[in-house]
């Protein structure tokens, strides 16, 4: 088991560079205008903006399926392998016909591991999501914050070094989203993966991030970008507290300014 | 409980339609005996059954041909209409060139077409490709728009992972579109059935001696109204077996169930 990343938090060597990216869509609209952001390795990184910024395109252009009509996007050469690399998108996007635990096998179905082992490895993740004893559970017969716990465990069914997470909690309720929030910091205290989570709530990213982010509405680039100060674990008691409260008023205002310096 | 919830017993589908019909064949069977309206007429229900029992030996093998026309156009409708459609779906460029063409051929009476199939090809052959060209559109359309169905989220997952075709085929394009197909075959078993009817009474006494069609134009050129009846009623329960039949197989497919309802 990797030690607790928590503790060494941003101080590794960029595991994703983008230099000066730009992205133009072929109807000519440009999502992304000069985007120069590092992703470093053990890091839990959020980026913050207004709707329609580019952020999920940037996120695209880090896990490779997108490419830059502008600058450079350099990726570490250990993500180059299939499955190095997790996706969590806005939608569980479950596959309707497998069940919980086909649908956590599938990055390693896809990268031929034998079906045995598959299986024993699926459902150690969705046991570590919380989610032991649905194996067999159809997608439909999960609730909203179930399916999306699923959608996490098929991310890391492969123990990615990098976790891509583009707004995977923004459909759900507060109660929900606060605990899963509680179990992305545990999991990721667990097995030591890097983050990359876009967002559009600043108390969210305060409370998740190392690093926060905050980028300009469309074209996107950064405007300006915040550590966090938190005690180790974080939890209900950082949550309640007013170094919470007053660096989220701060990320706050920040992002307010970036939405408005394109507007 | 109120009376209201028996109102809806799961029964009430099946027995509602069964009492009604029965009911009609009673006041059918009554109108004929009371009426004394004779059987060149309208024979009653009895009589029919009679018919039925007393002609096997000339019906059954109709049915037998006709039913065999028609399951054998529904074979060539399921491989032509899935494949097309597929190669469709790899190339935008065929689809193009070749769809308007698929739509003509759809939107043109099969009785129009009928009689040069039937000078170009003997009788047997030309009653097959009829029965072909009505069951192969539902299967060619809904097959495309289920290939077309793709989750987008899912369609990046699969890039992310670097599946391979043959991987995207079978774990993702093939599912997706399994129920689009399946709703197409139950609408080409009902047609495939009604082409071999159309071109087997457009073929006329050039269907000598072969299917079910052919045996009512030919007692209706006897005045046999009974042989008539009972030739229709084959025709209708082959065509309420061949939908049942259908509708089971869709059923029965693991994950069907559940992926229809998502649609």
């Known amino acids: ?263 | 409980m109120n009376g209201r919830t028996s109102r809806f017993s799961p029964a009430l589908p099946l027995l509602t339609p069964l009492l009604t019909g029965l009911a009609a064949l009673a006041l059918w069977e009554l109108a004929v005996r009371w009426g004394a309206i004779p059987p060149y007429i309208l024979p009653g229900p009895v009589q029919v059954l009679q018919t039925l029992w007393s002609d096997r030996a000339i019906l059954l093998p109709a049915l037998g041909v006709t039913l065999w026309t028609t399951l054998e156009a529904l074979a060539l409708a399921v491989a032509g209409g899935a494949s097309l459609a597929l190669l469709f779906s790899r190339s935008r460029l065929l689809s193009a060139a070749l769809y308007p063409f698929a739509v003509v051929l759809q939107v043109t009476p099969v009785i129009a077409i009928a009689p040069l199939l039937l000078v170009w090809l003997e009788p047997g052959s030309a009653v097959l490709v009829c029965a072909f060209l009505v069951a192969f559109f539902p299967v060619l359309s809904n097959t495309a728009a289920g290939l077309q169905a793709i989750d987008p989220g899912l369609d990046e997952l699969f890039r992310l992972y670097g599946a391979s075709r043959w991987q995207r085929l079978v774990r993702l394009e093939a599912p997706t579109a399994a129920p689009h197909f399946l709703a197409g075959l139950r609408i080409a078993g009902g047609l495939a059935l009604i082409g071999a009817i159309v071109a087997e009474i457009a073929a006329g006494a050039a269907g000598q001696g072969s299917g079910l069609a052919w045996r009512i134009v030919e007692a209706g050129y006897r005045l046999n109204i009974p042989r008539m009846f009972a030739a229709l009623l084959l025709i209708s329960v082959s065509g309420v077996l061949i939908h049942a039949g259908l509708s089971l197989l869709t059923r029965l497919l693991p994950g069907q169930r559940v992926a229809a309802r998502q649609m």
């Open chain 1, 1 to 263: 088991m990797k030690p607790d990343h928590e503790q060494n938090a941003g101080t590794g060597a960029a595991l994703v560079r983008m230099q000066d990216v730009g992205l133009a869509w072929g109807n000519g609209v440009t999502a992304l205008d000069g985007l120069t952001l590092d992703v470093r390795g053990g890091e839990f990184l959020a980026i913050l903006g207004p709707s329609g910024c580019g952020k999920s395109t940037a996120l695209r252009l880090m896990a490779g399926l997108l490419a830059p009509t502008r600058g450079q996007v350099w990726r570490d050469g250990g993500l180059a392998g299939a499955g190095r690399v997790g996706f969590v998108f806005q939608d569980p996007t479950l596959t309707p016909w497998s069940r919980a635990l086909a649908n956590v096998r599938l990055p390693l179905d896809l990268a031929g591991v034998a079906r045995a082992e598959a299986n024993d490895r699926a459902a150690a993740m969705l046991a570590l999501v919380g989610l032991a004893g649905f194996e067999r559970a159809w997608p439909h017969e999960l609730s909203g914050g179930m399916r999306m716990r699923v959608s996490i465990a098929r991310a890391l069914a492969t123990h990615p070094d990098l976790l891509l997470m583009d707004e995977p909690f923004a459909a759900l309720d507060e109660f929900t989203r606060t605990r899963l929030n509680d179990d992305l910091l545990a999991l990721r205290a667990r097995l030591g993966f890097t983050v990359a989570f876009v967002t559009h709530s600043s108390w969210e990213s305060v409370y998740l991030a190392d690093r926060i982010v905050i980028m300009t509405a469309r074209p996107g680039r950064v405007l300006d970008e915040v550590r966090v100060t938190a005690p180790p674990g974080r939890g209900a008691p950082f949550r309640a507290s007013a170094a919470y409260a007053s660096q989220c008023a701060a990320v706050l205002a920040m992002a307010a300014a970036a939405s408005g310096a394109a507007a």
